[in-house]
């Protein structure tokens, strides 16, 4: 069983909808939470964090954390074109650089049609 | 600023040949990690750095693969002899103590 499980999607919608893309993870010790969003042919960005369980919102965006059922989120309201990337997922027990410390799930790939 | 560079950003070899591909890490962090990302694999650590040394090689494949870094600031993955299961795009990223790591845009390895 990998460490982190994500849909890999593709998953297309409308502009103006909103968007849950989601992961499921097995190791109960990680703690921080992270979202990355990558364009085709670059390197992914890192879009949000969050420590522990709870929501945290930035914009358009949420991330949500719910340890007890090992599972997280990412909410885009009024999703734009814009957002057509891949979004990854990653975690880890750990604050600080540190070794092979940080684990990401596979991606979503997320298309928004115009 | 400057974010992390790598270079080349595409890289077509043969079969057998060996590579060498280039991280330019944003000034003044001090950890560096290589990843390699390939379709549908999400992304597979390979190596962190910190500072020049690399307390954590457990993820490089196989002993083709290497990696160095000089003056705690640009890094080096050597892959030699290329086998065609090394095709994919290789991405460096840097952080400071914090977690949040900053990626480069990734080199695309074709081995023919």
């Known amino acids: 069983q990998k460490e982190v499980e994500q849909d890999p999607g593709p998953l297309s919608v409308p502009e103006g909808a909103i968007v849950s893309l989601n992961c499921t993870y097995s190791?109960?010790?990680?703690?921080?939470f992270m979202w990355y969003r990558q364009y085709s042919r670059k390197g992914p960005e890192l879009l949000m964090y969050?420590?522990s369980s709870g929501n945290k919102e930035d914009g358009r965006f949420t991330a949500q954390v719910d340890k007890s059922s090992k599972y997280i989120s990412l909410f885009i309201r009024d999703s734009q074109p814009s957002d057509s990337a891949t979004y990854l997922c990653?975690?880890?027990?750990?604050w600080g650089a540190g070794a092979n410390n940080l684990f990401f799930g596979t991606g979503t790939r997320l298309t928004v049609i115009p | 600023g400057a974010g992390v560079s790598q270079s080349p950003s595409n890289k077509v070899t043969e079969k057998g040949k060996d590579v060498e591909l280039r991280c330019d890490p944003i000034?003044?962090?001090?950890?560096l990690y290589w990843y390699r990302q390939s379709l549908g694999q999400g992304l597979e650590f390979l190596i962190y750095?910190?500072?020049?040394?690399?307390?954590?090689k457990s993820g490089l494949p196989s002993d083709r693969f290497s990696a160095e870094r000089t003056g705690g600031s640009v890094s080096t993955l050597t892959i030699q002899r290329t086998q065609q299961e090394d095709s994919a795009v290789y991405l460096c990223?840097?952080?400071?103590?914090?977690?949040?790591?900053?990626f480069g845009p990734g080199t695309r390895l074709t081995v023919l």
């Open positions: 990223a840097s952080s400071l103590a914090r977690l949040g790591q900053y």
């Open positions: 000034s003044g962090h001090t950890a």
């Open positions: 750095f910190q500072g020049n040394s690399a307390p954590d």
């Open positions: 190791n109960s010790a990680f703690q921080y």
């Open positions: 969050t420590y």
């Open positions: 990653a975690m880890s027990a750990f």
